[in-house]
C-alpha cells in the first residue's frame, strides 16, 4: 500500500513557475512508476507526465512538452513536477499517481492516488 500526498499547489501569474511535490509513504516506493495528471472544472482527468521507477524514462503530454519536468528521488520517496511558462489553460486540480510496472499513461492504469493539489494561473 503507498499513500501519497501532494503539496506545491497556487496561485501564480502566466509565465510564472510552480513545482509539485508528492510525497510517498510505504518501503517499495523505489519499485513504482509514478504519473501527474489534471483535471480541470467541467473537464475529464488528463495525463501531464510519467517517469519510471528508477527515472531513467520521462514522458509527457503534448501540451506540457517542454515546459513541465518530472523527475524523482527515490531516497525521499518524492516525486515532482517543475512546471515553467505557467498558461491559463494548465489551471487544474494537479494529481499525483502510482502504479506498480512501467510507466502508463491513462488513469486507470494507476493504483494509488493523492488528494491532489490546485494550480491557479491567472493572465
Known amino acids: 500500500q503507498v499513500q501519497l500526498v501532494e503539496s506545491g499547489g497556487g496561485l501564480v501569474q502566466a509565465g510564472g513557475s510552480l513545482r509539485l511535490s508528492c510525497a510517498a509513504s510505504g518501503r517499495t516506493f523505489s519499485t513504482y512508476a509514478m504519473g501527474w495528471f489534471r483535471q480541470a472544472p467541467g473537464k475529464q482527468r488528463e495525463f501531464v507526465a510519467t517517469i519510471s521507477w528508477s527515472g531513467g524514462t520521462t514522458k509527457y503530454a503534448d501540451s506540457v512538452q517542454g515546459r513541465f519536468t518530472i523527475s524523482r528521488d527515490n531516497a525521499k520517496n518524492t516525486v515532482y513536477l517543475q512546471m515553467n511558462r505557467l498558461k491559463p489553460e494548465d489551471t487544474a486540480f494537479y494529481y499525483c499517481?502510482?502504479?506498480?510496472?512501467?510507466?502508463?499513461?491513462?488513469?486507470?492504469?494507476?493504483?494509488?492516488w493523492g488528494q491532489g493539489t490546485q494550480v491557479t494561473v491567472s493572465s
Open positions: 499517481a502510482g502504479r506498480r510496472g512501467v510507466i502508463g499513461y491513462t488513469a486507470n492504469e494507476y493504483d494509488y
